[in-house]
């Protein structure tokens, strides 16, 4: 099956600074790779995904690159905010199946 | 509320009790899909239905956890004896069967064994 893993673990950042979350994936045949937000007690948030077929997709301060051949794929957060403290996983799937997650990353901006 | 509901959100047992959790996904899915999260972890996965079909089950799903669909809409997963090691967040998540489509999870029941 798919492994995916997760880096880094845990990532603090000042306010206003980037944060870079990075992921790879066994399986070639993934396709379909989304970002969750999971904030305490709650359940996980879809908050940007991207499909095999780009390198690149971008929704205001949040962007998602794939490196299809290198079998990885990064979240880039934008000049960050005390609200985007969570925790982040990444996920891989391929077409029809399951999702396999990451092990997630915890992320604190500091004020 | 359009979203995908778990219900209870929380449940307390006694070890060796049955608990059942409900899963209502969203009205169009017709793929239900239940993980598992414990603690620091990413989300474990269980099992998957399209429709009524219960397409795949993890090895994590012993013979204690069955789960059924009967009528393609809600679910439910059941846990009988229950074990202090079942404690967890479980988690329910629902998409369209086409392929690369969402998937958007519950707020998950957190389920712990005493």
């Known amino acids: 099956g798919e492994n995916v893993e997760q880096h880094p673990s845990t990532l603090s950042v000042q306010e206003g600074d980037s944060a870079v979350i990075k992921c790879t994936y066994s399986?070639?045949?993934?396709?379909?790779f989304p970002w969750y937000k999971q904030e305490l007690g709650k359940g996980p948030q879809l908050i940007i995904d991207?499909?095999?077929?780009?390198g690149e997709k971008k929704d205001q301060r949040i962007a998602v690159t794939l490196n299809k051949t290198a079998k990885h794929f990064s979240l880039h957060i934008t000049e960050t905010q005390p609200e985007d403290s969570a925790v982040y996983f990444c996920?891989?799937?391929?077409?029809?199946?399951?999702?396999?997650f990451g092990t997630g990353t915890s992320l604190t901006v500091i004020p | 509320d359009t979203g995908v509901s778990q219900d209870p959100r929380h449940k307390i047992t006694k070890r060796g009790q049955n608990v059942t959790f409900r899963c209502d996904p969203i009205?169009?899915?017709?793929?239900l899909y239940w993980y598992r999260q414990t603690l620091g972890q990413g989300p474990e996965f269980l099992t998957y239905?399209?429709?009524?079909?219960?397409?795949?089950k993890s090895r994590l799903l012993s013979d204690r956890f069955s789960a059924e669909r009967p009528k393609g809409s809600f679910s439910t997963l059941e846990i009988q004896r229950t074990e202090q090691g079942d404690s967890a967040m479980y988690l329910c998540?629902?998409?369209?069967?086409?392929?690369?489509?969402?998937?958007?999870f519950g707020q998950g029941t957190r389920l712990t064994v005493v």
């Open positions: 998540a629902s998409s369209l069967a086409s392929m690369n489509t969402e998937a958007f």
């Open positions: 239905f399209q429709n009524e079909a219960q397409l795949e």
């Open positions: 399986d070639s045949a993934s396709n379909y």
């Open positions: 996920a891989a799937r391929r077409p029809g199946n399951q999702f396999y």
């Open positions: 991207i499909r095999s077929n780009v």
């Open positions: 009205s169009e899915h017709n793929r």
